[in-house]
């Protein structure tokens, strides 16, 4: 059984950084495709962020983050990591990572089987 946990959030001002961690149990994290996504008060949860697995570390970002986000893994620790900085208001959600062995999509989160709890970031102006 893979168990998912987030942690690293908090509350930031606009323009500020934050780094999430995903901690993975149960399993080699480096076999797993993982992903990042959120959902805001009353909004559907919308893809942030993937990693494909093993060495390809391939990365993908959603259109409003590219540029200010980076994801990355440690195999070592079993830990993806969520690196988000210029943050925005619009940013402010609770995330979620997400891991599968393959997924179909990697920006639809059906496609993934294994969910942490997820963290809160909250982005003040």
């Known amino acids: 059984q893979v168990q998912l946990v987030e942690s690293g959030g908090g509350l930031v001002q606009a323009g500020g950084s934050l780094q999430l961690s995903c901690a993975v149990s149960g399993r080699t994290v480096s076999a797993y495709a993982m992903g990042w996504f959120r959902q805001a008060p009353g909004k559907e949860r919308e893809f942030v962020a993937a990693i494909s697995s093993w060495s390809v570390g391939r990365t993908y970002f959603a259109e409003s983050v590219k540029g200010r986000f980076t994801i990355s893994r440690d195999n070592a620790l079993n830990t993806v990591y969520l690196q988000m900085n210029s943050l925005k208001p619009e940013d402010t959600a609770v995330y979620y990572c997400?891991?599968?062995?393959?997924?179909?999509?990697?920006?639809?989160?059906?496609?993934?089987?294994?969910w942490g709890q997820g963290t809160q970031v909250t982005v003040s102006s």
């Open positions: 997400a891991a599968d062995i393959r997924p179909t999509t990697y920006y639809i989160g059906s496609s993934y089987h294994y």
